[in-house]
Structures are given as structure tokens and as C-alpha cells.
């Protein structure tokens, strides 16, 4: 990975939080068109490190760069959804237009341009007949791909970079294959870069590229192959699976060759 | 509607005192419900309560020591509205147990004060529980003017304070100064509360912003139309129930609490109907 020409790179990056070192030694690179998944335990620092890319935090230790060109706009965010969201009273078109509100500047009202680009996200993800749909009545994944929309129309040109927080939380096995189908198109198709926590690792080494282990520190960082190979990685593949796993079909604890 | 309360409508108007209250109080539960819809959603419906009660508070402080009410009382909400709102975002007391801590604080000073002065007397009893004899020419004048504040911040602020409403974290990581408009929330509430409270009553006002809300809430579902809404209910609450004041000779807080209820009750049994249809 050359870091040189990383949209976002960490050195040596590390957090505190009133005065205790939260999470250390964080050395990796977000490149164009990559597809990063943060993986660790509760408190391992992946959030933290998630509002550092999104220069919502300021590292104690160490640099975060962005690549020159990037524009704050050039980056979507998909935060954790919160108890308050679920049961809100929304309309889709009202939630994916406020992804539009870093742009408006001091306008009160949202423009026309504002309207067709939230049209557009909607179109993008296959869901241009919920616009009017009252948000609080979608199923779970619905309601991610809305908020996937808002994330998306932030940008007019396209995004550069998606950051997404625990996308899969609360959802079922079938809605969470699709979100990761949906993910991985716009990776793919759109070449947005995707950075995305989870806790999922048995799906998440099977879409990711790259891999970054947090533990209050870097226990790893390097492709998805060289992770499923490396201790760390086997480690957290056996405990996932449990077993015999389902998504690579190999006995617990086999090493993919 | 009964006969008696539709023949006292014209009646209002022949009353000084109750046109005062009229313009003040439409003005109060306007902005009040408007507020209450990102209140409530925020879950800090409480933070009107709390603030109520450090209005009455200071009110107190000003009538013992003869200094004009609004003067000391608007400055007072406003900072523990500023305070309260700290306290739950960073302080290590949580949100509800920091309103109870200040709202309590709040009142034991107000009747400790009063009992060593004035001792408790009729103007007590209307911070307490509200009259509309209260209002004053220059409330009048004082509610337009910073009703219109409130209104105008609201109506430029609508989109981003749905944001805000809607997903703090995200607005932060788009750029959008969540703190600032929490801060502008919590001090257009004190505001509203502030100018509300002689007429409604400490113990009642916080009903003004939380129950349109709610009610608005069992039939709308999008921001927009549960904002207009409830400041539909608001307002028709607020006629409702100082026709049945001015009718029947009822405490006139009192009165528009109960229109409220009324209408909260109506809409929870409309859309446990439209449920049961659908299914």
C-alpha cells in the first residue's frame, strides 16, 4: 500500500480520553477504490478511530493525512443508528436530504440541486419508491440503506470515501448478506472506498481488501489473505465460527491455505 | 363544542386583561410546541420542567426584593438552561438526575426566600399554579418580540435542527455545529418558558411543550407535519382552554392542560384505530 498516495493515512496514530491512552500505534492508509474493515472487541478503539478519520477527533499521538484533493464533502458516514432514530417520525426524503445540509451553507431552504441529488442516491440504492415513506415504518435494513442514501448524496461528484459504523447491527442474516451486496456494488461499480467497522469478521474478510485489528492497540493491519494467515486472524475466524464455519466451510480452527 | 363557551368567544374581546392573554398565550404555545417536537425527540422534555422551576425560583428572589420579574428571571432560566444542557452532555451527573438536583435547588430557594419575606401569599400561589391577571402591557410587548425571535431562529434553523434532532453524530461529522444548536434549543425553551410561566404556572407549563408533541406524534410521521401539527393543537388547546377558564371560572393553566390531554388521549385512540384497520 502506497501510503503516498492514500486518501487517508494514519501513522504511529493514537487517541486519549480525560488523560488514558484509549487506543495506540495505529499505522495504516485508506488508498482509492479500497475496502478496509475494523475489526476488535468493545471498546478497542475502532469508533474512536472512525471520528479520527472523520476529523471529528484530534490524534494525541501521531498524524492522520488526507490526501490533498480530498474534500471534507468527499467523505460519506454511516454512524451507528441510536434508540431515538428508529421510531422517528420522518419522511425518507426529509432523512436523506439532511445529508445535503453541509452543503447548503447559510440557505434555509434546500435547492433543486439538493432534491435530484437525494433522488439520485435513493435511485442508486434501489429505493426511489420509499421517498415518501415514513421512516419509522421500514424494516432495519431498509432503514440502513435510507441512511446510506443520505450519506451518499453529501457529495455532487460521488463519494470518495464511505465510513461505515456497525452497519449490520440488528440485522438479520438475509437483510446483512444484502447490506454487504449493496456495499460491495458501490466499492465496486463506484469505486468508493469503504471503511467499515464491524464485528462481523467471518463476512467481513470475505468482501474487505484490507483488514486493521484493534485491540487499545494495532494488533494487525494488512491484506484480508495475509489476515485469514496470520494468528491474530486465525484466532478471531475460529472464534467467530464457533465450529465448522459457515462462510468459509472449514473445520474449527483450519488455516485457509 | 357546547353553545355558552362558542357565545363567550366575543366575549374575549371586551376584556383588556384576557386580550392580553390571548396574544401572549397563543404566542407562548406556539413557540412552545414548535420547540417541544426536537424536545421530546431529543428526550429532554424534562429540561422544561426543570426550567419552570428555576423560573419560579428567581420570580420569587425578584418579588421578595421588588425587582422586575422578567428582568431577573429571563437572564436566571437562561443560564441554568445553559447549565442543565452541560451537565447532561459532559458533566458526571446524568441529565435527569442534574434537572432534578437544579429544579429542586431551584424551588427550595424560592420558598426559603418568600417564607423569610413576603411569606406565602396569592402571588405564590399564581407562579405556582398561573393567572392570566398577571400579564402586564409590556409582557405583551415583550412576548411578541421575543416570540418572534424564537419563530424566525426556528423557521431559518428548521433544517438543521432536524438534523440534529435526527442524528447528532452524523450532523457533527458533516460539519454541522450540533453544540450550537443544542445551546439554541435550550435557550429559546428558557425563553418560552420564561414568558409562559405567569400565565401557565410553574407546575404547568412544561405541559405546553411536551404534550402537542406527543399528541401530534400518534398520527403524524414526518417532522414537518408533526411540527405544524402540533402547533395547531397547540394553539386550538390554547383557545379551548381559556374559553372553558373564562366560562366556567376554571384555573386557566389548568384548563389548557386539560384540552390537551383531551387531545392527546382523542389521537392515541385514532391511531390505535388506524392500526387496528390496517391489520
Not at chain 2, 216 to 232: D, E, G, H, N, P
Request: aromatic fraction near 8%; glycine fraction near 8%; hydrophobic fraction near 50%.
Amino acid at each position: 500500500m502506497k501510503h503516498e498516495t492514500s486518501l487517508i493515512a494514519c501513522k504511529d496514530v493514537g487517541f486519549r480520553y480525560e488523560g488514558q491512552l484509549a487506543v495506540s500505534g495505529i499505522t495504516c492508509a485508506v488508498d482509492a477504490g479500497d475496502y478496509l474493515c475494523i475489526v476488535g472487541e468493545n471498546g478497542s478503539g475502532k469508533s474512536t478511530l472512525v471520528r479520527g478519520m472523520l476529523g471529528l477527533l484530534k490524534p494525541s499521538e501521531g498524524v492522520i493525512t488526507f490526501d490533498a484533493a480530498l474534500r471534507s464533502s468527499d467523505i460519506g458516514y454511516l454512524p451507528q443508528q441510536n434508540a431515538i432514530q428508529r421510531g422517528f417520525p420522518a419522511s425518507v426524503q426529509e432523512v436523506v436530504l439532511s445529508g445535503r445540509l453541509g452543503r447548503l451553507g447559510l440557505l434555509p431552504l434546500y435547492t433543486r440541486a439538493d432534491r435530484a441529488a437525494a433522488h439520485e442516491a435513493l435511485k442508486l440504492l434501489g429505493i426511489s419508491e420509499l421517498a415518501k415513506a415514513s421512516f419509522s415504518e421500514l424494516s432495519g435494513g431498509q432503514q440502513q440503506r435510507v441512511l446510506l442514501a443520505r450519506a451518499l448524496c453529501a457529495a455532487d461528484d460521488g463519494l470518495k470515501i464511505l465510513i461505515l459504523d456497525e452497519p449490520m447491527n440488528g440485522l438479520d442474516p438475509h437483510v446483512k448478506q444484502e447490506m454487504y451486496a449493496c456495499i460491495t456494488s458501490l466499492n465496486e461499480k463506484q469505486g468508493i472506498a469503504v471503511v467499515m467497522v464491524t464485528h462481523d469478521v467471518q463476512t467481513a474478510v470475505k468482501f474487505a481488501r484490507h483488514m486493521l485489528v484493534l485491540n487499545g492497540r494495532q494488533e494487525f493491519f494488512g491484506t484480508a489473505h495475509d489476515f485469514e494467515h496470520a494468528a491474530v486472524g486465525a484466532d478471531l475466524l475460529r472464534d467467530a465460527c464457533g465450529g465448522t464455519c459457515a462462510v468459509c466451510g472449514l473445520p474449527k480452527g483450519t488455516v485457509r491455505q | 363544542m357546547p353553545m355558552e363557551l362558542l357565545e363567550a368567544i366575543p366575549r374575549l374581546f371586551t376584556y383588556t386583561f384576557l386580550v392580553r392573554a390571548l396574544i401572549v398565550g397563543l404566542l407562548v404555545s406556539l413557540c412552545a410546541s414548535t420547540l417541544g417536537v426536537s424536545l421530546v425527540l431529543k428526550r429532554f422534555s424534562m429540561i422544561g420542567d426543570g426550567l419552570s422551576h428555576v423560573g419560579f425560583g428567581s420570580l420569587a428572589v425578584a418579588t421578595a426584593f421588588n425587582w422586575a420579574p422578567l428582568a431577573v428571571s429571563i437572564p436566571v432560566v437562561m443560564f441554568a438552561a445553559f447549565l442543565l444542557l452541560r451537565l447532561s452532555e459532559r458533566g458526571k451527573i446524568k441529565g435527569d438526575a442534574a434537572i432534578a438536583l437544579i429544579s429542586a435547588s431551584a424551588l427550595a430557594i424560592g420558598v426559603f426566600v418568600i417564607s423569610k419575606t413576603t411569606g406565602m401569599n396569592t402571588d405564590v400561589d399564581n407562579y405556582l399554579f398561573g393567572s392570566i391577571l398577571a400579564l402586564t402591557h409590556e409582557d405583551v410587548v415583550l412576548s411578541v418580540v421575543l416570540s418572534l425571535v424564537v419563530l424566525v431562529l426556528f423557521a431559518l434553523f428548521y433544517h438543521r435542527i432536524f438534523a440534529v434532532t435526527f442524528d447528532e453524530n452524523y450532523a457533527r461529522a458533516t460539519g454541522i455545529p450540533a453544540g450550537f444548536y443544542n445551546t439554541m434549543l435550550a435557550l429559546l425553551t428558557a425563553l418560552t418558558i420564561v414568558l409562559g410561566m405567569r400565565m401557565m404556572g410553574a407546575l404547568l407549563i412544561s405541559s405546553l411543550v411536551i404534550f402537542p408533541a406527543l399528541s401530534s406524534m400518534w398520527l403524524c410521521k414526518r417532522f414537518f407535519s408533526v411540527t405544524i401539527c402540533a402547533a395547531v393543537i397547540s394553539l386550538m388547546c390554547y383557545v379551548a382552554g381559556l374559553l372553558v377558564s373564562f366560562t366556567y371560572q376554571a384555573p386557566t393553566g389548568a384548563s389548557i392542560v386539560l384540552a390537551n390531554l383531551t387531545v392527546f388521549i382523542t389521537f392515541y385512540a385514532a391511531s390505535r384505530l388506524i392500526t387496528l384497520r390496517k391489520t
